[in-house]
């Protein structure tokens, strides 16, 4: 069974930025779709970005466009979120999540989640 672990969290002034990484075990991650969320408490959760099992597909939410960058390393097993520019506004809870897909990605269905890690943007 798949497991996923999220970490890279932390506290950073707007603008900065952080890498979050999402570590696969139990399987090979390169049978799956990877997808980020975020939640804030009180709020609904949030697809934040998503890569395909293969050929490089990725998605972002509008919100983060131009900001976020998704990338895979399958021999490492762990899927990245680059994350620049932070505003107050990407503060939340980020999430990964796995979906055995061959082709493109989305947010739902996912068959996996990983605990949470906990980013703060702020001054």
């Known amino acids: 069974q798949l497991q996923l672990v999220a970490s890279g969290g932390g506290l950073v002034q707007p603008g900065g930025s952080l890498r979050l990484s999402c570590a696969a075990s139990?399987?090979?991650?390169?049978?799956?779709?990877i997808a980020w969320f975020r939640q804030v408490p009180g709020k609904e959760r949030e697809g934040v970005s998503c890569?395909?099992?293969?050929?490089?597909?990725?998605k972002y939410a509008d919100s983060v466009k131009g900001r976020f960058t998704i990338s895979r390393d399958n021999a490492k097993n762990t899927v990245y979120l680059q994350m620049n520019s932070l505003k107050p506004e990407d503060t939340a809870v980020y999430y990964c999540?796995?979906?055995?897909?061959?082709?493109?990605?989305?947010?739902?269905?996912?068959?996996?989640w990983g605990k949470g890690t906990l980013v703060t943007v702020s001054s």
């Open positions: 999540a796995a979906e055995r897909r061959d082709v493109s990605c989305n947010y739902s269905g996912m068959d996996y």
């Open positions: 890569i395909s099992r293969r050929n490089g597909i990725t």
């Open positions: 139990g399987s090979a991650l390169d049978y799956y779709a």
